[in-house]
């Protein structure tokens, strides 16, 4: 019923920039928040940052001045972008969004397939 898709991961360079995208799709009534989390090998997933509706954003310490998450409201898209990317960056981001369902009006997280980054030095 409802489909989240993540884009533009792939392979960069240490010190470069990507920016992933994700579109949610289907019966939405409204949108809570909408981010990201990642999962490395071998490590727990972690939230990387989150945008929340009425322009609240959090992000991991160790994201913070670095990533930028971003919505394009009122749209179910969310973008992350990713700047001096740094090898403990890889992981397999995955975009999760908090909505409003119709016609049960009920709250659940959806989640995409994740997109992996590869940071190389």
């Known amino acids: 019923q409802v489909q989240v898709v993540e884009s533009g991961g792939g392979l960069v360079q240490v010190g470069g920039s990507r920016r992933l995208s994700c579109a949610a799709s289907?019966?939405?009534?409204?949108?809570?928040?909408m981010g990201w989390y990642r999962q490395a090998p071998g490590k727990e997933r972690e939230l990387v940052a989150v945008a929340i509706s009425g322009g609240y954003t959090n992000y991991a310490d160790s994201v913070k001045g670095r990533f930028t998450v971003s919505r394009d409201n009122p749209n179910p898209v969310v973008y992350l972008q990713m700047n001096s990317l740094k090898p403990e960056d890889t992981a397999v981001y995955y975009c999760?969004?908090?909505?409003?369902?119709?016609?049960?009006?009920?709250?659940?997280?959806?989640w995409g397939q994740g997109t992996q980054v590869t940071v190389s030095s």
């Open positions: 999760f969004a908090r909505l409003v369902i119709t016609p049960e009006m009920r709250v659940d997280d959806y």
């Open positions: 289907g019966s939405i009534f409204s949108i809570d928040a």
